[in-house]
């Protein structure tokens, strides 16, 4: 042990190397017990040992080894309790015990780790990958994939999962019990999918990547508009999913989609915490090196598919507007085009609604409004502000002062998010 780090020092090394390695760890201990939860709890037995253990006695020299022996030897003990009900479970604790890492050394305490294991490569990327497959998986509800996957895949404590979400960390707890017990009820086995499965369930892991970054660049209340944590978890998210599967065209179409849209993070919110919209924003602050990924992984989507996907279609927009000069020179024409081809690829209200507003800097908000009334009259998006928001500044536009006052009281009243909502209200003031 280096015992010259202790105290808060030790307590962050154990946050910093828990971000980094949890993945590996709980992956690596579900590979070795064949047991998704029971590898989960043990993970974290093993990062409470360490908070205990680290401030005290110094921050090991190789810290994930540290933690993976610990969780190891966790595990013997959880298999020689169960003994005498399983003997499977009987073989299993005696070869592991006898498995040479484990073998001697360390007390379950951890006072003397395990400072060789070795970390093989492509045994990572396989028990990361089945990690995200199996937390990301369909048996799960929606919350319960976004916990699970936050909490085993990004490292992050119930606490932070549950700011994060703004629901109390006791209903993020619950989620996480239930979706372990369901994965266990099913009998779904931690391993990497066949290639047809893996294709098959790749959309359900980058729908809970998305789910959680667009959480993360918009929220959907609480007085911030950008929660930079969880947009930050989920382009490490989709950058390991990118690398994990290369071949993947959507995945390097959502590591594009991601970066691209975060470049203009630090231009999105104005000293006072305001959002600032987008003919405002002052483009010198956009993120060029976050760019630059963005655009290479959307040639990279481009080089790997056979045409873009829905995320790839996404990041298309998203560069149409990172490499223009100012709102004017965007080419709206092609964003329109781009959302036409979205819209027959993954219809939605919501890509009709975007659709709309790429319409009327293209050809103008009379143009646009058929669009938008259309979806009124669907009754789409109900309870949310954004339909009310769009129609109300194409009112505006068209000098219909009285109508878009309504649609953005409208907006008003059922936006969440109290940033966003300031905006609609200071627009509304000015139509006053």
Not at 94 to 118: M, T, Y
Not at 262 to 271: Q, S
Not at 274 to 283: A, C, F, M, N
């Amino acid at each position: 042990m280096n015992g010259s780090v202790g105290g808060s020092n030790g307590r962050e090394a154990v946050t910093a190397v828990w971000r980094i390695e949890s993945a590996r760890i709980v992956g690596a201990l579900a590979r070795y017990t064949g047991d998704f939860a029971l590898a989960e709890d043990l993970a974290q037995e093993a990062l409470a040992e360490a908070l205990v253990n680290w401030p005290r006695d110094g921050v090991p020299r190789n810290p994930a080894g540290w933690l993976l022996t610990v969780g190891r030897r966790r595990a013997i003990d959880a298999f020689r309790r169960r003994a005498a009900r399983d003997e499977r479970y009987a073989v299993l604790a005696r070869d592991l015990g006898e498995g040479g890492a484990l073998s001697g050394g360390a007390p379950a305490g951890g006072n003397r780790e395990d400072e060789d294991v070795l970390w093989d490569p492509d045994q990572i990327d396989d028990d990361v990958l089945a990690l995200m497959f199996t937390s990301c998986h369909p048996v799960l509800s929606r919350e319960a994939r976004v916990a699970l996957t936050l909490r085993v895949v990004g490292g992050l404590t119930s606490d932070e999962i549950a700011r994060g979400f703004l629901v109390p960390t006791a209903t993020v707890q619950a989620r996480i019990t239930r979706a372990k017990k369901t994965l266990g009820a099913a009998r779904v086995p931690f391993a990497v999918p066949s290639a047809a499965e893996r294709a098959e369930r790749l959309g359900s892991v980058l729908s809970v990547i998305y789910l959680i970054f667009t959480e993360g660049s918009s929220a959907s209340s609480g007085r911030e508009l950008i929660r930079l944590d969880l947009a930050g978890e989920a382009q490490r998210l989709a950058r390991v999913m990118a690398r994990l599967m290369p071949e993947a065209s959507e995945a390097h179409g959502l590591l594009a989609l991601l970066e691209l849209t975060a470049a203009r993070f630090p231009a999105r919110v104005g000293p006072d915490g305001e959002p600032v919209l987008l003919e405002r924003q002052d483009r010198r602050r956009w993120d060029r090196a976050a760019i630059g990924r963005g655009r290479a992984a959307l040639a990279r989507a481009e080089r790997t598919g056979r045409g873009l996907g829905a995320y790839g279609l996404q990041a298309a927009i998203a560069e149409c507007h990172a490499v223009a000069g100012s709102v004017e020179e965007t080419d709206w024409e092609r964003i329109v085009v781009l959302y036409e081809a979205l819209g027959r690829l993954a219809p939605s209200p919501v890509v009709d609604l975007n659709r709309a507003v790429a319409v009327s800097m293209a050809r103008g908000p009379g143009a646009a409004l058929p669009i938008v009334d259309g979806l009124v009259k669907a009754g789409a998006l109900p309870g949310s502000h954004l339909l009310p928001s769009v129609r109300g500044e194409l009112l505006r536009r068209l000098g219909r002062a009285e109508e878009a006052r309504a649609e953005l009281d409208a907006a008003v009243t059922l936006c969440g998010n109290e940033r966003e909502r300031a905006v609609l209200t200071r627009k509304l003031d000015e139509l006053e």
